[in-house]
C-alpha cells in the first residue's frame, strides 16, 4: 500500500470512531421502526436488541399484512431461520414492497447450504435486491455458490475463508456483504470494512448474528447513501456492548451475557464508544 493510500485510511478511521456515536444517537433520536420477518428462535431477544438500542421493533410475517407493515417501517429485515412455503412467500412479497417504496431491508440466509430448498429459498430472495445480506462465513459461501461445509446454521469456516466470494456477491448484485465472525468484514464489492469488536461468547448465544443483522437494518434506515458505514457501525456497536457486558457480570457465560448485552446497549456511555470502537478500513480501490 502506497504512503498516500495509508494516511487515506488513517483519516477515515478518525473519522469512523466519532460517526459511529453520531450515528447510533440518530438511532435513538429517530427511533425507526424495524420490520423483522425472522425465525421463531430470535423473534424475543431481536425485539429486545432493538427496543435497548433505541429502536422500535415490529415482528409481522402474516402474507397479508406485510406490504403494509412494510409502508409503515423505516428498514425491513427478512431472516430464512426458521422457513415455511408460507413465510418465503411473504418475505418475497415484503422485499419486492420494501424496493418499491425506496425502503432499505436486510437479508440474513440462516443455514444457506444446509438443505436444497434453504439454499433455493435464499437465493430466491437475493434476487429481491437487499440493501445488505449478513451472514456467517458457511452461509455467504453457499450464497456465493461455493463448495462449502456448513453444520445447520453454524458456520464451519472462519470470516477470512469468505471475503473474496463476499466481494464478488457484492458486486453482482450490488448490495453490502458481511461475513460475521471473529472479524466482520463489510464490503461492496470494492471496499472493505473490517470489524474487531466481539467476543468469542457470542457464537454460544443463539440468534446473536440474527439480532445484529436486525441491528444493521435499523443503522442504513436512518443513514441514506451510507450503507456500508452504517452496517460496519452496527455491527461495532453490537459487539462492543457484548465486550463491556462481560466485563461487568460476575460470571462471565453465555447466559449473562445475553442478558449484559442488552443491559450495555441500552446504557453504554459516548467515550466507551468512541475509544471501543475498532473499525477499519482495509482496502478501497480508486
Ligand atoms: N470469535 C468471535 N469473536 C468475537 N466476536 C464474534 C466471534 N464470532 C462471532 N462474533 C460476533 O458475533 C455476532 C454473530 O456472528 P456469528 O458469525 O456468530 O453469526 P451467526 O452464526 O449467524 O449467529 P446466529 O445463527 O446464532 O444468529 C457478530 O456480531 C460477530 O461479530
Ligand atoms: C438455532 C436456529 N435454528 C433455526 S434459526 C436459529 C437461530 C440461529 O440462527
Ligand atoms: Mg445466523
Redesign the pocket.
Known sequence: MSSSAHSDNSLKLEATSVSCWQLWQAVRSKRPLVHCITNFV?MDFMANVLLAAGCSPAMAHSLDEVESFVAISSALLVNMGTLSPEWVASKKLAAKKAVELGKPWVLDP?GCGATPVRTTSCLELLACKPTVVR??AS?ILALAGAAASVKG???TAISNDALEDAKHLASKHSCIVVV???V?YVTDGQRVVT?R????L??L??????S?TALIAAFVAVAPGQALLATAHA?AV??LAAEEGLKVVPRPGPGSLRVALIDLLHMVQEDTVVEGVRVAVMSQLS
Do not use: Q, R
Not at 205 to 210: F, K, L
Open positions: 430470535s440462516v451472514g456467517n452461509e446454521v453454524d458456520s460475521s465472525g471473529a466482520d470489524v469488536n466481539g467476543h468469542p457470542l457464537t448465544i443463539t440468534a446473536a448474528g440474527c445484529v455491527l453490537f459487539g
